[in-house]
């Protein structure tokens, strides 16, 4: 398949909450985020700095689940609570 085919094929569009089910309870997302969206989930209880590196895990359908200051702690979180930790970029 080439780059044109890919552009040119017709896609099938979810509604929003079908693509929120899938991988509904059994996947977790990790990702990179910057202390500004850090603060945004937390508050500010964790005085965070512009530089920090800051993790969150989401549920398949967005929900914030955790948030930590390394990314294996973020997949270790999504392992313990029995989640397919995921990376998005």
């Not at 202390?35 to 945004?40: D, F």
């Amino acid at each position: 398949m080439t780059e044109n085919d890919i552009i040119n094929s017709k896609w099938t569009v979810l509604p929003d909450d079908e693509f929120a089910a899938l991988g509904g309870g059994h996947l977790a997302y990790v990702r990179e985020i910057d202390s500004e969206k850090a603060t945004s989930l937390i508050g500010q209880a964790v005085a965070l700095g512009p530089d920090d590196h800051i993790y969150a895990v989401y549920g398949a359908d967005g929900r914030p689940l955790a948030v930590t200051d390394s990314r294996a702690s973020a997949i270790a979180n999504a392992v313990e609570h029995e989640l397919m930790p995921m990376s998005v970029h």
